[in-house]
Each structure stands twice: as C-alpha cells, then as structure tokens.
C-alpha cells in the first residue's frame, strides 16, 4: 500500500522543533511538500541530513566537519573504522535522501531543449519516508522527547525505494559485472556479527509507575530498544525497574551511566555497551554484568570484545555461553558461526547459515554468512545470490562488499 504524504509531512512537522539549526529546513520541507514543489522538498531533505550528520561527526567522532558535504559526510560514516555508529537501516534510509537530494539539485538534462528530470509525489513520498526513519533515529539515540503529530504514520522501510526509482528515470545502464573473488578464511567476523536485520525504530517511551504521563509497565521503552538491537530482553534478576527510565534515556550516554549508584547487572550491561560501541574500550563494568546469571546480552558482548581483540577461545566460550542462554539471538549465533569460519570449520558455519535463514527469512547477517561460506567452497553462482539478498535486505556490509568488487546485482536470480 502506498504511503500518502500528509502522514509524513505531519510526523517531520512533530519533529522539526527537536532539531535546532536544521529546523527552518524541515518547517521550509513541510511547507514546500504540501504547496506541491517536491524538488524543493528533496533539497531542503538533502540540507538537513547533512546538519545531522555534521552533528553526528562533532558528537559521534570527535571531529570538527569543517567544509565537509554531504556525500563525504555519508561516506565517512560507512568507513569500516566508524561501522555501527550509525544502524545499518538508518544508513540504507540516507542514501535514498542523499541519492534524490543530489538529482533534484543537478541539471542532468543534455540540450537545453531536453526535458528536466521529473520529479512528483511517488519520489517525495520516498525521500521523505526515509527522512522521517533517519530524525526517529536519531531522537531516540539522543535521547529527544519527541511526540509524533496527530494522524502521522510510521516510517515504512523501504529505503531502497528511491534508488530504485532514480534508475528508471535516469535510464543508466547496469554496471558491468566482474569476477567474483575468494574470500580469505579471515572473513570479516565483526562484520558478520555486525549486521541486524532492517527494524524500524521507535520513540521510546517514559516514566514509571501509573498517573499522568507516566507508563504501566516501568521496562516498556527500555524493552522496545533490545528489540531495535535484536537482542533479548534481560532476566528479571538482572534489572531493576527505579532504574529504567534513566536506563532508557541514557542507553548510549558513558557518563550519565557512569553517573548511576550501585547499578544493577543491567545498568553494568548498557555501560559497558555504549564504552564499547561508541569509545571502542573494554569498560570493567562487564564484569558485574557478567556475574548476572543467563545474561546472554553481557555474554554476546564479551564475545564481540573477544573478537575484536583476538582472542578467539574466550571469544567461543562467551557466545557459546548467549547462545545456550539464548537460543533465539540470532546475532550471537552468527557471531558464532563466523568463528567457525575463521577456523575452517565451513560445513559448520553453512549449517548455521541455513538455520538461520530458515528462523528469519529477513535476517541479512545469515545471508552474509553464506555468502562467505560458499565462497571458500567455491561456489560463486549461489555466493553472489547470498550477496545480493544480503544487500537487498538493507546490509551495508554487503553492498560495500559488492562494492569492492565492482560487482552488480542486476541479472541476478533471487
């Protein structure tokens, strides 16, 4: 079903007060979508994706942008070295604003008796559906009070939408395919471990306890952001519903966790998560998570930091350990699997591939998995379908893998 405009250009006009400096270009967006001038539109999105992401440059890398742009900006963001600042989905979403903010800047007309690009509702609706997933994100990650306006819809995934669209318009030819090269058996396990299947996230809630503006159930947003992760929820020994609103509001803030008195498991959990996904450090308090029995979540990161620091036995024992605890996490189980291929254990590895693929059709990260996988068995035919699926199901990991070797999709069977 298509999604109708109004929706979105309500829910961008809920959010434009949470933005500072990009506001005037988000109210300016909102009032060129409903006067009909949906170049304009795409333009003003282009404007206030790259505020956002200079913001996330200073706030995220502790870097000043300086006369960055927004294509520079996007690619520093997909840089291997910054991977998992940014979701894998919110990134596929700003290349569908990047793509349609850079056509309807452009004059990509020949003579000047040629006809403009066109540009209507069908492709303001998809640069704008990905606006609205993109400052969602980025309000829960910042923890913004956002309240979506009456009768606003959520953001649809579909962040490919908009590429696809450009193709047609643009008549460009596929790009010529290449060889498919074998992979070493050193295959990109953090990589791997990585990639979450495409959700889409959303506002989290507050409060505890019952009365006005508080929630009946004090772990209410606190749970919605496990699912955004994929992960499962922690035992109930291992939390503590006084801390959850804070919890929920500071999931990625070091030093307001840092800041919390004798934090439960969780509260040790969520720190040592945000030290090491946004300081890359190993934080002591994974010790006091840890000690938490069936804490598959404090388990599954100590296996990541294992990875990342070479140590593949602890790294086996860890995410062995969230598996068992956790049957159903699928990013530790492919984790997992990634080790066995590190250590040519590939029958293994594309067994777990396959179950799976079978558990969640849409889960990126088991086709990633078999891709590399078949590609050490030689099997390139079916590698490239796993290649190209991966990427299909959002997987930034993969497109830049077909990127490298200037591979194409096009032609390819599902």
Same mark, same amino acid.
């Not at 009909?36 to 956002?52: I, P, S, T």
């Given at each position: 079903m298509a999604?109708?405009?109004e929706?979105?250009?309500q829910k961008l006009s809920?959010?434009?007060?949470?933005?500072?400096r990009a506001r005037?270009?988000l109210?300016?967006?909102?009032s060129?979508?409903?006067?009909?001038?949906?170049?304009?539109?795409?333009?003003n999105?282009?404007?206030?994706?790259e505020?956002?992401?200079?913001s996330?440059?200073t706030?995220?890398?502790?870097?000043?942008p300086?006369k960055a742009?927004?294509d520079?900006?996007?690619t520093?963001?997909?840089q291997?070295a910054n991977a998992?600042i940014?979701p894998?989905?919110?990134?596929?979403?700003m290349g569908t604003?990047q793509?349609w903010?850079?056509?309807?800047s452009?004059?990509?007309?020949?003579s000047?008796?040629?006809?403009p690009?066109?540009v209507?509702q069908?492709?303001?609706?998809?640069?704008l559906?990905?606006?609205?997933a993109?400052?969602?994100?980025?309000a829960n990650?910042?923890?913004?009070?956002?309240?979506?306006?009456?009768?606003?819809?959520?953001?649809?995934a579909?962040?490919f939408q908009?590429a *696809?669209v450009?193709a047609r318009?643009? =008549?460009?030819?596929?790009? !010529?395919?290449?060889? /498919?090269?074998?992979?070493? %058996?050193?295959v990109g396990?953090?990589?791997?471990?990585?990639?979450?299947a495409?959700?889409?996230l959303r506002?989290s809630?507050?409060?505890?306890g019952t009365?006005?503006?508080?929630?009946?159930?004090p772990?209410?947003?606190?749970?919605?952001?496990?699912?955004s992760w994929?992960?499962?929820?922690?035992?109930?020994s291992c939390r503590r519903a006084?801390?959850a609103e804070?919890?929920?509001q500071?999931?990625?803030n070091?030093n307001a966790?840092?800041?919390?008195?004798s934090?439960?498991?969780?509260a040790a959990y969520?720190?040592?998560?945000a030290?090491?996904?946004?300081?890359k450090?190993?934080?002591?308090?994974?010790?006091?998570?840890?000690a938490?029995?069936g804490? *598959?979540?404090a388990?599954y990161l100590? =296996?990541k930091i294992a990875? !990342?620091?070479?140590r /593949?036995?602890?790294?086996? %024992?860890?995410?062995?350990?969230a598996?068992t605890?956790a049957?159903?996490?699928?990013?530790?189980r492919?984790?997992?699997a990634g080790?066995?291929?590190?250590?040519q254990?590939?029958d293994a590895a594309?067994?777990?591939a396959?179950?799976?693929i079978s558990?969640d059709?849409?889960?990126?990260?088991?086709?990633?998995?078999?891709?590399?996988g078949?590609?050490?068995?030689?099997d390139?035919?079916?590698a490239?379908?796993?290649l190209?699926t991966?990427?299909?199901?959002?997987s930034?990991?993969?497109r830049q893998?077909l990127?490298?070797?200037?591979?194409?999709?096009?032609?390819?069977?599902?």
């Amino acid at each position: 079903m298509a999604v109708e405009l109004e929706p979105l250009l309500q829910k961008l006009s809920g959010l434009a007060p949470l933005f500072g400096r990009a506001r005037d270009d988000l109210d300016a967006m909102v009032s060129r979508g409903r006067a009909g001038d949906f170049k304009g539109v795409m333009q003003n999105a282009r404007l206030v994706l790259e505020a956002v992401l200079r913001s996330l440059v200073t706030e995220e890398l502790k870097q000043t942008p300086g006369k960055a742009m927004l294509d520079e900006l996007v690619t520093k963001f997909r840089q291997q070295a910054n991977a998992g600042i940014i979701p894998t989905n919110v990134l596929a979403h700003m290349g569908t604003v990047q793509a349609w903010g850079n056509l309807s800047s452009h004059d990509h007309a020949g003579s000047l008796a040629d006809a403009p690009v066109q540009v209507g509702q069908e492709e303001a609706v998809a640069s704008l559906n990905s606006m609205a997933a993109i400052l969602t994100w980025y309000a829960n990650k910042r923890g913004l009070a956002a309240t979506p306006a009456a009768g606003s819809a959520p953001a649809v995934a579909t962040p490919f939408q908009g590429a *696809a669209v450009i193709a047609r318009k643009e =008549g460009a030819p596929p790009p !010529a395919k290449s060889k /498919l090269p074998l992979v070493g %058996a050193g295959v990109g396990l953090l990589a791997i471990a990585g990639v979450v299947a495409v959700v889409s996230l959303r506002p989290s809630g507050s409060g505890t306890g019952t009365g006005p503006g508080k929630t009946e159930q004090p772990f209410t947003a606190l749970d919605a952001l496990y699912g955004s992760w994929k992960e499962p929820v922690p035992p109930p020994s291992c939390r503590r519903a006084e801390e959850a609103e804070r919890l929920a509001q500071n999931v990625r803030n070091v030093n307001a966790l840092r800041l919390i008195d004798s934090p439960s498991p969780e509260a040790a959990y969520l720190l040592a998560r945000a030290t090491f996904e946004d300081l890359k450090q190993k934080s002591p308090a994974l010790d006091a998570a840890l000690a938490c029995p069936g804490f *598959a979540n404090a388990q599954y990161l100590a =296996g990541k930091i294992a990875i !990342a620091e070479g140590r /593949l036995d602890d790294a086996l %024992a860890s995410l062995k350990s969230a598996t068992t605890q956790a049957p159903k996490f699928l990013d530790a189980r492919a984790s997992l699997a990634g080790i066995m291929l590190q250590q040519q254990e590939v029958d293994a590895a594309l067994a777990e591939a396959e179950k799976l693929i079978s558990a969640d059709p849409d889960y990126a990260a088991g086709y990633l998995l078999r891709f590399s996988g078949r590609v050490l068995k030689g099997d390139r035919d079916a590698a490239m379908k796993d290649l190209c699926t991966a990427v299909n199901k959002g997987s930034a990991t993969a497109r830049q893998k077909l990127e490298s070797i200037n591979g194409s999709c096009e032609g390819v069977a599902p």
